[in-house]
């Protein structure tokens, strides 16, 4: 087989051919070339020291055993010998997949690839790209003087909201009591029931600072009651497209926090596509999965996801943070009190923008008990 190609038809690593090799071993990036078997042929130095394990040693194994990936790599190793690039995200390298040096599972991208690229060939190259613990970004400054302005904000808020909330509620019933047909009784209803809720919320956030009472929720409960509310905020213009994982468990927290958080979340994201348009909710399950310093065996994802003209990008790196928004006539403190209830609940909030694809995902970790 030619050279150009880097691959001799030999086995073991002796498959690669001198250029190929060392151009290969030459990459910081974790690489194996495996055959359209799945058997590992090679790996660099840069694999074997993520992987901690020898070229003697990995040469010969199947990579999905050698990763710990299971039958999901055999699909990704057919598509690359037609030509096609597969990527998943974040996967776990367990333990017992590796030798012993390392205390944690190993999280990383991995991308499947046809080698070389555009060339008919079955061999196929996986390449591995450690990802860090999700973890608080260095905003600038102090990041505890950030939150203690933040919580100082957040209680002004609640107890400005606080009065007028009972108000609205007592107006609402006598309203209610007005009309006569069930179609419009169920805004009012809406509005009554979201009156309490948010009195419920600004007491706690109001009230000492406790540990208040967990309850089990279900996270796809509270994405179908932003949704109505949304839908019945921009009277049916936002369509919200569902891709929800069925499988996820339940988690325990507050309810009503984790309610106004996602909230808060989906109206900018309604707001960003014009108050007409389409937004997607999306739900998923990682697995040994790390939120800040901790590591968790469950941890749930919730994405929303719009298409508007996205965040600026010398604003994303602040955009947590109370008065910093890029709307006219924004307060730019929804997101910062989205942060706050989240951070309460253990979880974590994160955002990828650019133009025509902005979104935001919460992690929410599954805990054993309340």
Not at 331 to 356: D, F, T, W, Y
């Amino acid at each position: 087989m030619a050279i150009t190609s880097g691959i001799t038809d030999t086995d073991g690593i002796s498959s690669v051919g001198p250029s190929a090799a060392e151009l290969l071993n030459g990459l910081a990036t974790a690489v194996l070339l495996l055959d359209n078997g799945r058997c590992v042929h090679y790996l660099n130095s840069a694999a074997e020291g993520l992987l901690n394990i020898s070229a003697n040693r990995a040469v010969g194994q199947l990579a999905e055993e050698l990763l710990g990936m299971g039958a999901v790599l055999q699909g990704a190793v057919l598509a690359a010998t037609a030509g096609n690039t597969t990527t998943f995200r974040e996967i776990e390298i367990q333990q017992s997949s590796v030798s012993h040096g390392k205390e944690q599972p190993i999280r990383a991208d991995c991308t499947v690839s046809q080698f070389p690229v555009g060339v008919d060939s079955s061999w196929v190259l996986a390449e591995l790209v450690e990802v860090e613990p999700l973890a608080p970004k260095a905003l600038g400054g102090d990041w505890r003087e950030h939150q203690v302005a933040t919580n100082e904000i957040i209680q002004a808020v609640a107890h400005e909201i606080k009065n007028p909330l009972g108000g609205l509620r007592g107006a609402a019933q006598l309203l209610n009591r007005q009309l006569s047909t069930a179609d419009l009784q169920q805004y009012t209803d809406i509005i009554i029931r979201e009156s309490d809720r948010l009195t419920k919320l600004v007491d706690r956030m109001t009230g000492p600072r406790k540990l208040h009472t967990r309850e089990l929720l279900n996270l796809h409960e509270v994405l179908e009651h932003v949704r109505h509310l949304i839908e019945a905020e921009f009277k049916g213009n936002i369509e919200i497209q569902r891709d929800y994982d069925p499988s996820i468990p339940e988690a325990t927290g507050h309810k009503e926090y984790l309610i106004q958080a996602i909230l808060n979340v989906a109206r900018n994201a309604a707001q960003a596509v014009g108050g007409r348009g389409d937004i997607q909710f999306r739900t998923r399950v990682r697995r040994q999965f790390t939120v800040g310093q901790r590591r968790y065996r469950h941890v749930l994802e919730a994405s929303i996801r719009d298409a508007g003209p996205g965040i600026p990008l010398e604003l994303q790196e602040k955009i947590f943070l109370p008065m910093i928004t890029d709307r006219p006539g924004g307060k730019g403190l929804g997101l910062a009190l989205a942060r706050e209830m989240v951070n309460h609940q253990g979880g974590a909030i994160e955002c990828a923008s650019c133009p025509g694809d902005t979104r935001f995902t919460f992690f929410l970790p599954v805990v054993s008990n309340a």
